[in-house]
């Protein structure tokens, strides 16, 4: 099983920047990819981006490319999204999560544990 816990959510002004963290613990962390989701009032869970386990490589939703960084740090057990350039439409729940042996890995069906979310508010 695969524990995860996120945090650093809050409020920001449009154009600011925010970093969460997703803190791993259970099975061995370097062995799985870590997923970023976000799911707005009345929307659907959307996919924000994605890092492989070595953590040489991340891919990012459209919406958020160029704005928004995953890192990963495996010695700390650690996943962190850096956000810039923050807009009103990023306000969200932030989820992180652990990437699963099926579906795609921009789908929430291909992530099989999740965290309990941080909140995301970003003021106009």
């Known amino acids: 099983q695969v524990q995860l816990v996120e945090s650093g959510g809050g409020l920001v002004q449009t154009g600011g920047s925010l970093r969460l963290s997703c803190a791993a613990s259970g099975r061995t962390f370097s062995s799985y990819a870590i997923g970023w989701f976000r799911q707005a009032p009345g929307k659907e869970r959307e996919f924000v981006g994605f890092i492989r386990w070595s953590g040489g490589s991340a891919y990012y939703a459209d919406s958020v490319k160029g704005r928004f960084i995953i890192s990963r740090d495996n010695a700390k057990n650690m996943v962190y999204l850096q956000m810039n350039s923050l807009k009103p439409e990023d306000t969200a729940v932030y989820y992180c999560?652990?990437?699963?042996?099926?579906?795609?890995?921009?789908?929430?069906?291909?992530?099989?544990?999740w965290g309990q979310g941080t909140q995301v508010t970003v003021s106009s």
């Open positions: 999560s652990s990437r699963g042996v099926r579906g795609t890995y921009n789908s929430p069906s291909g992530y099989d544990y």
